[in-house]
């Protein structure tokens, strides 16, 4: 296909970063804007994502919500610092750029809001007829897609940059110019930082939609998708083509530190057992206690990293759902599991969230809590789009040290994820603690599919082999 071609181009664009040797890593600091989640807002947000998504062939998810995870980006020459939203669920990496050029002007902007082109000396906008420029949805609203062409003459040749699009599932979107500028990004081991002279990524003078709206925290996304323009895409295969992350539960005091990593040579670290830095180390024997299950591939949303779920349990128990609820029809996109970082709450289908609610029914033995009740805290209800609520929420101060049932969900190849009570019975309030998943009903369009959200993954190393199509995960590699 003409896109892989692509994609060797732009590797090979990227390659002159520098020789970083396989089995290096980079990492990048992984931080949450608030370190509580404000679940009604992250229901809200989840949940516009799932009515839009009858706009197939899905682009990327929505990222919006407080119960994000950032990352920061150093972009340009001298680098400027830029907090993105670190998003497994879409491909392009943008920033919000601002046509400034003077000083008093840059000082209007909040540091670190916002990356000035005009500051970098090494910015530069691809050309519309740049190969590069087919690797991004074109802007239609501008129509200088229309101008450009590769033997077309005079100023249109000349001066039209690579306008982009890019949408999400709730209707935000960025557009801009697709550009290219150097990036630094550290090396794990060594900790010198790691210039690449050239990532590409949208400079996005036009953000709108409810992801992007003033007081999120982010100015821009790093997609980290499958695609040939996300950052793990872009430098991954100097590293090995593997990224992974811990998403650490921010409540704790102190704030935990934890990282993004890029590279990693899942195979190579397992031999090396190296006599390398502490950090390396540690980092090598927490592959050792990976559980793999294999990524699988939708043609609709090939960005996407799906999982086969094959079956629940709680506290142990099976839940008779048929396997068939989960699966993912490669043909049509439909159905599927997506392991999603820009989506807070989880999504499983209706018919396995109806059974897996009525056994914690069954099981949790608390008073109920009614969310819309007083207590919860947080945003006032808009009357005009009352906010969904959440099936059940309890009581916990008279948990003692009780736990709340275990949930449990069996890959595909064998792999058991059981994530601790706190990744699906949130916190909403003051001892009040919300199953925190909500059910993909089959919709008219077709095209429902499951989320793991963040929530769902805190507190596990999760390992993206994207050579050998596979994704690992660990309760044990997140310590450091
Ligand atoms: C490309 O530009 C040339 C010269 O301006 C023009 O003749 C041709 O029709 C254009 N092609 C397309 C597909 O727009
Ligand atoms: C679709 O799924 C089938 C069965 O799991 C598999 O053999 C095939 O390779 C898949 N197609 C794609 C495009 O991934
Ligand atoms: C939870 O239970 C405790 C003890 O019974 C009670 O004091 C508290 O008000 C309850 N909280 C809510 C939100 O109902």
């Given at each position: 296909m003409a896109s892989s071609s692509l994609f060797f181009v732009l590797l090979?664009?990227?390659?002159?970063?520098?020789?970083?040797?396989?089995?290096?890593?980079?990492?990048l600091q992984i931080f949450r804007q608030t370190p509580?989640?404000?679940?009604?807002?992250?229901?809200?947000?989840?949940?516009?994502?799932?009515?839009?998504?009858?706009?197939?062939?899905?682009?990327?998810?929505?990222?919006?919500?407080?119960?994000?995870?950032?990352?920061?980006?150093?972009?340009?020459?001298?680098?400027?610092?830029?907090?993105?939203?670190?998003?497994?669920?879409?491909?392009?990496?943008?920033?919000?750029?601002?046509?400034?050029?003077?000083?008093?002007?840059?000082?209007?902007?909040?540091?670190?809001?916002?990356?000035?082109?005009?500051?970098?000396?090494?910015?530069?906008?691809?050309?519309?007829?740049?190969?590069?420029?087919?690797?991004?949805?074109?802007?239609?609203?501008?129509a200088s897609h229309l101008k450009c062409n590769r033997s077309g003459e005079g100023p249109a040749r000349l001066h039209t940059p690579c306008h982009y699009r890019y949408s999400y599932a709730d209707l935000s979107s960025s557009?801009?110019?697709?550009?290219?500028?150097?990036?630094?990004?550290?090396n794990a081991v060594s900790g010198i930082p790691v210039k690449f002279s050239s990532v590409a990524f949208g400079c996005g003078f036009r953000n709108s939609g409810p992801s992007f709206s003033s007081g999120v925290?982010?100015?821009?996304?790093?997609?980290?998708?499958?695609?040939?323009?996300?950052?793990?895409?872009?430098?991954?295969?100097?590293?090995?083509?593997?990224?992974?992350?811990?998403?650490?539960?921010?409540?704790?005091?102190?704030?935990?530190?934890?990282?993004?990593?890029?590279?990693?040579?899942?195979?190579?670290?397992?031999?090396?057992?190296?006599?390398?830095?502490?950090?390396?180390?540690?980092?090598?024997?927490?592959f050792h206690h990976l559980s793999f299950t294999p990524l699988l591939n939708s043609a609709l949303s090939p960005s996407f990293y799906y999982v086969g779920v094959e079956s629940v349990t709680v506290d142990g128990n099976p839940l008779t759902?048929?396997?068939?609820?989960?699966?993912?029809?490669?043909?049509?996109?439909?159905?599927?599991?997506?392991?999603?970082?820009?989506?807070?709450?989880?999504?499983?289908?209706?018919v396995a969230y109806r059974q897996i609610l009525a056994e914690m029914e069954r099981i949790v033995r608390l008073p109920r809590v009614s969310i819309g009740a007083a207590g919860t805290g947080s945003g006032d209800p808009d009357p005009a789009n009352p906010s969904p609520a959440f099936d059940l929420c309890v009581n916990v101060t008279g948990l003692g040290g009780k736990q709340l049932p275990r949930l449990g969900l069996k890959f595909r190849g064998g792999a058991m994820y059981s994530p601790p009570p706190r990744n699906y019975f949130v916190e909403a309030g003051d001892g009040v603690r919300c199953l925190a998943l909500q059910p993909v009903a089959p919709s008219k369009s077709d095209s429902g599919f499951g989320v793991l959200g963040n929530l769902m993954q805190q507190g596990f190393l999760f390992v993206f082999d994207r050579d050998q199509n596979r994704v690992g995960f660990s309760r044990t590699g997140c310590t450091s």
């Open positions: 090979l664009f990227l390659i002159s970063a520098g020789s970083q040797s396989q089995g290096s890593f980079l990492k509580s989640v404000d679940l009604h807002q992250a229901l809200r947000a989840d949940a516009v994502r799932h009515n839009s998504i009858s706009s197939s062939p899905l682009v990327s998810a929505a990222i919006s919500g407080s119960g994000q995870y950032l990352v920061h980006f150093k972009v340009g020459t001298p680098a400027q610092t830029i907090a993105l939203v670190a998003d497994t669920g879409s491909d392009l990496v943008w920033v919000r750029c601002s046509a400034c050029r003077t000083r008093p002007c840059f000082l209007r902007h909040p540091l670190g809001s916002v990356f000035f082109p005009r500051a970098s000396a090494s910015f530069a906008p691809f050309h519309c007829y740049d190969s590069h420029c087919r690797l991004v949805p074109p802007d239609i609203t501008t557009s801009g110019f697709f550009s290219h500028d150097s990036a630094t990004v550290e925290g982010a100015h821009g996304v790093m997609g980290l998708g499958r695609g040939p323009t996300s950052f793990p895409s872009q430098l991954g295969n100097n590293f090995g083509n593997v990224f992974s992350y811990c998403l650490k539960d921010y409540t704790i005091s102190p704030p935990p530190i934890s990282y993004l990593l890029i590279g990693g040579d899942v195979r190579q670290h397992q031999q090396q057992h190296s006599r390398r830095h502490q950090f390396s180390r540690t980092y090598n024997e927490s759902i048929e396997p068939s609820v989960f699966a993912l029809d490669n043909t049509t996109g439909s159905g599927g599991t997506v392991l999603d970082s820009g989506t807070t709450l989880s999504f499983l289908p209706e």
